[in-house]
Structures are given as C-alpha cells and as structure tokens.
Nanobody
C-alpha cells in the first residue's frame, strides 16, 4: 500500500513557526502535484498550498500568502510546509495530498483532484 505520512505538527504561540513534513512510504510513485489542506473542527477541508513536482511552481491560498512556503525534496520524496507568523486561525488538522496527471492551477484547490491523502497532523496556535 502507498501511504503519505504527515509529521511536525504541535502547539505554537501566535507569531511562531512550525514546519510540517509529508513522506511517502511503500511503493515509489511519481507525483505531478503535491498539496497541503487543513480542516478545523466543524469546518470543511480547505486548500493551503500546492507544488508542481517538475516545474517547482507553487500555489497558495490567500490566507497564507507571505507566511507559508511549500517545498519538496525529490530524493526523499517528501514535501514540506514551512509556516511562519502563525495565527490562531491556522489551528487545524493539516493533510498532505498527491495528484497524478494533468491539473490546472485552478483545480488544485479542490480535494477531488488528488489521488492520495495522508492521515493528518494537528497544528494548534495559541493567542
């Protein structure tokens, strides 16, 4: 079975930083896009950021632009989410996802275009 496993979540004060990691396990696959989503209690899962594996192009939700950065390590088949200047509204379970095949930037905000999902890691930001 192929798995995506998130790590790096935890508790941080407002204004602080965290870095999340998502590593693939099992069979090796080539992913065209990898993304991060988050889901707060009682709310829908929302898009955070995505990266094109080949071009390294990145895409961000307006709410995190200038604060978060997505990156990848090809050799480790790992994607990262660096989160800076964190706010209480960033509190959520964060999920990584991978998409295989052609996608448009506009499509990347939709959960339905991703083929694989991790189990999530909790991020809590205190005031």
């Amino acid at each position: 079975q192929v798995q995506l496993v998130e790590s790096g979540g935890g508790l941080v004060q407002a204004g602080g930083s965290l870095r999340l990691s998502c590593a693939a396990s099992g069979r090796t696959f080539t992913y065209d896009y990898m993304g991060w989503f988050r889901q707060a209690p009682g709310k829908e899962r929302e898009f955070v950021a995505a990266i094109n594996w080949d071009s390294d192009s990145t895409y961000y939700a307006d709410s995190v632009k200038g604060r978060f950065a997505i990156s990848r390590d090809n050799a480790k088949n790992t994607v990262y989410l660096q989160m800076n200047i964190m706010k209480p509204e960033d509190t959520a379970v964060y999920y990584c996802a991978a998409a295989v095949g052609r996608r448009t930037p506009r499509q990347l905000v939709r959960t339905s275009v991703y083929d694989y999902w991790g189990q999530g890691t909790q991020v809590t930001v205190s005031s």
